[in-house]
């Protein structure tokens, strides 16, 4: 219906106020407000901007580098105040990590109990490749190593032989055989396993005061 300009209502000073903030107050504008990090972003930006203008930037010279240099670093030290210093993600415990190859939880004791069950029936493949899993795994849980996901079996001896130089040789020989029957499809002795658990029980033997230099 078309209505007349004479009948449309046009508040008064008081009334369109009144009408403005209770418009204004509606959550959907304090959700809009800019947080002071957006405040503090569009002050750097429009510093730096107005630094590097066409009217500054012949002004600027060393000058600009330094300032900017000095935002820099300031945000980097505010950064590390507010959210503090990257840490090392405690969320999976220790010993627990994808190991050498495999997702196995269990712990060091466990796959010392299944390797020599394996070995008492013979199964020296499988006991050589529990067994050093249980080296691995013991060296981990007593926090004596720290290797990085994927490790090779290799890469864990290098990280004993720093830990435990006199073990070194022996550990390196007890990574070749897990190395032999795990990839190389060699089969594994009595003897070769009877070393590896000799190996291990001396690890397990060890005290940390012992190798710290």
Do not use: H
């Amino acid at each position: 219906m078309i209505r007349r300009l004479d009948e449309v209502l046009i508040p008064d000073g008081d009334e369109a106020r009144k009408w403005a903030e209770q418009e204004l107050s509606d959550p959907r504008y304090a959700d809009a407000k800019p947080t002071w990090f957006d405040l503090l972003a569009r002050d750097v930006g429009r510093f730096l901007a107005d630094l590097f203008s066409p009217e500054n930037g012949a002004n600027a010279g060393p000058s600009a580098l330094i300032v900017v240099c000095i935002v820099v670093f300031a945000a980097l030290i505010a950064a590390l105040i507010i959210w503090g210093r990257p840490r090392r993600s405690r969320s999976v415990p220790r010993g627990r990590i994808d190991l050498l190859g495999d997702a196995d939880d269990r712990t060091a004791a466990q796959l010392r109990a299944d390797a020599e069950r394996s070995a008492r029936s013979g199964d020296w493949d499988t006991a050589t490749v529990l067994r050093f899993r249980a080296l691995a795994r013991g060296l981990l849980e007593r926090d004596l190593i720290d290797p990085s996901p994927g490790a090779t079996a290799q890469a864990i001896a290098r990280e004993v032989s720093r830990v435990l130089p006199d073990e070194a040789s022996a550990v390196r020989s007890a990574a070749v055989s897990f190395d032999d029957v795990r990839y190389l499809r060699r089969p594994a002795t009595e003897g070769r396993y009877s070393e590896l658990a000799a190996t291990d029980d001396r690890l397990v033997a060890a005290r940390p005061e012992a190798v710290i230099a």
